[in-house]
């Protein structure tokens, strides 16, 4: 397993972070799997055997189960040098503050997390998504306060867009206090659009990028096809949304030719290509059974060929939406790999 330095902190993470939305499998989150406490301990064991080093939760995931099931798996007791994230923002009740980025909401569930999870601190807190109503100076105070009282190590965002996070840096930057060492994305073959703003602004602004959903929620794992659904979606579970199914289906013949001539599975052939863009340091896995984690940690492992990584690149290339004026300004020699900038002949 490879870690990778997270953004400008100097806290290293596997290139492959534990994602845990599938456990409890309450409420809403039942759509995604129903993953109980047995289960749940040996998928941990298996993560972390492998070298993983970072446990990714929410409080809304499966209304605080998903934490719950954290802390008794891992008996109160971090194993090894493993490292865990979560997140608030969403809501939680049906209080007028059961939801949102205020410094009591924060604070509060901040507070709820640590007891859930049965640890005194948590070493990435993520704000789940934008709140338009609560002042970014409010929010980013509270956050210092929860790294100044020692219970929250490093903060980060996800889900925000380019202005949202290049606002909040300034005021962070501003105000002295605890700055986004990195943020959670969605990003896959088929989602190319961060590559606009999000990367290049984790690149200029030292931001670790994690990427949930890497698989497009099961889509890029080779096992579906045109005209066929994933059991999420037949659970009705919407997220990430497929906005042209042609091209989607393009790039996982794409995929397959490649796990093929490698003996892997697509996944794994899509995996390893997040793993090569710029600014990516750890891909959010989950899975419903050991099987679908033992795949997806095989891709820490795999390497493409630069041909390989141009085909995908062909095939999944994003449509413009900005104008050449626009995307000049990405510096390529800053950035990475060319792709990532448009030229004029591409307009």
Known sequence: MEYRTLGRSGLKVSTLTMGTMTFGGAGAFSAVGKTDLDEARRMIDLCIDSGINLIDTANV??????EEIIGE???????????????????????PNDEGLSRYHLIRECEKSLKRLRTDVIDIYFLHEWDGTTPLEETIAAL?????QGKVRYVGCSNYSGWQVMKALGISDRQHQPRFVTQQIHYTLEAREAEYELLPISVDQGLGVLVWSPLAGG?????????????RQLSGWTEPPIRDGDRLWRIVDVLAYI??????????????????RPAVSSLVIGGRTEAQFKDNIAAASLVLTSDERARLDAVSRPPVLYPYWHQQFTA???????DLVLDREDI
């Open 73 to 95: 798996a891992l008996g109160g007791k971090r194993k090894g040098d493993v490292l865990i994230a979560s997140k608030a923002r969403m809501r939680i009740g049906t209080g």
């Open 259 to 276: 796990g093929k001539n490698h003996g892997v599975s697509a996944a794994q052939v899509a995996l390893a290509w997040l793993l090569g």
């Open 332 to 338: 390529k020699d800053r950035f990475g790999p060319a």
């Open 61 to 66: 995931y499966s209304n605080g189960l998903s």
């Open 219 to 231: 889509l890029l794992s080779g096992k579906y096809h045109r005209d066929q659904a994933t059991s």
């Open 144 to 148: 210092d306060t929860l790294v100044s």
